[in-house]
């Protein structure tokens, strides 16, 4: 409801997160205990209970629930080669009084050039310009190889550069759905990594950018 989006009030909230990820494997090394990673995805779970005061009304306090599941995996399926995913779903329980700060604010980067390596990035889409206080289903999948197309090409077959493929989704009520497909280079000078990425609404083409990101962290 956009009449309570920006209006003045106390805000009071308590969040729960919960992470698990299923038959972890381990190993001792020198008396510790060393994560060996797991076949299963981490499932991530979390609620949040918010209450809004606005002084206008006869009773002041407005509460809603929101509940968020987020599933992921880093997957290695050979040498240099790895299939990444992330699927994320949440909504409101009661989304009556809910203000603009409590909205879900997707992960939009539309800079040229970032300094980190998102793994659940829109990179076209301006800030906040996907957010909504709707239920929401968001994916992203991205595949890394070292060969795929230009490496197959004099001069760079023996670099260490790896070519990625990348593919994100959103959907929610009152917004078109959004998909985004991606193609870039990384291990460039070893910090690097270079894309092209495609966005569209309902399947109809909506932009195209080139992105740069610095590994530095």
Same mark, same amino acid.
């Given at each position: 409801?956009?009449?309570?989006?920006?209006?003045?009030?106390?805000?009071?909230?308590?969040? =729960?997160?919960?992470?698990?990820?299923?038959?972890?494997?381990?190993?001792?090394?020198?008396?510790?205990?060393?994560?060996?990673?797991?076949?299963?995805?981490?499932?991530?779970?979390?609620?949040?209970?918010?209450?809004?005061?606005?002084?206008?009304?006869?009773?002041?306090?407005?509460?809603?629930?929101?509940?968020?599941?987020?599933?992921?995996?880093?997957?290695?399926?050979?040498?240099?080669?790895?299939?990444?995913?992330?699927?994320?779903?949440?909504?409101?329980?009661?989304?009556?009084?809910?203000?603009?700060?409590?909205?879900?604010?997707?992960?939009?980067?539309?800079?040229?050039?970032?300094?980190?390596?998102?793994?659940?990035?829109?990179?076209?889409?301006?800030?906040?310009?996907?957010?909504?206080?709707?239920?929401?289903?968001?994916?992203?999948?991205?595949?890394?190889?070292?060969?795929?197309?230009?490496?197959?090409?004099?001069?760079?077959?023996?670099?260490?550069?790896?070519?990625?493929?990348?593919?994100?989704?959103?959907?929610?009520?009152?917004?078109?759905?959004?998909?985004?497909?991606?193609?870039?280079?990384?291990?460039?000078?070893?910090?690097?990594?270079?894309?092209?990425?495609?966005?569209?609404?309902?399947?109809?083409?909506?932009?195209?950018?080139?992105? =740069? =990101?610095?590994?530095?962290?």
């Amino acid at each position: 409801n956009p009449i309570y989006g920006l209006r003045d009030q106390r805000h009071f909230e308590f969040a =729960v997160t919960f992470a698990y990820t299923p038959m972890q494997k381990y190993s001792l090394w020198n008396g510790s205990k060393v994560n060996r990673g797991s076949d299963w995805p981490t499932f991530g779970l979390t609620w949040k209970h918010g209450i809004s005061e606005f002084a206008e009304f006869a009773k002041p306090y407005r509460h809603f629930d929101m509940i968020k599941l987020d599933i992921s995996r880093n997957h290695s399926i050979g040498a240099f080669t790895e299939f990444n995913w992330r699927i994320r779903t949440g909504g409101f329980l009661n989304n009556s009084y809910v203000t603009y700060y409590d909205f879900f604010h997707f992960n939009a980067q539309p800079i040229y050039i970032l300094i980190d390596d998102y793994s659940d990035a829109f990179r076209l889409p301006a800030y906040y310009s996907l957010s909504t206080p709707e239920f929401f289903g968001e994916l992203h999948m991205k595949y890394t190889t070292p060969y795929l197309v230009l490496k197959f090409l004099p001069g760079l077959s023996k670099t260490l550069m790896r070519e990625n493929l990348s593919i994100s989704y959103l959907g929610s009520r009152y917004h078109k759905n959004y998909t985004e497909l991606g193609y870039s280079i990384t291990e460039l000078f070893f910090l690097g990594e270079v894309g092209v990425y495609v966005g569209f609404d309902d399947l109809k083409f909506r932009s195209v950018g080139a992105r =740069v =990101v610095l590994k530095l962290n």
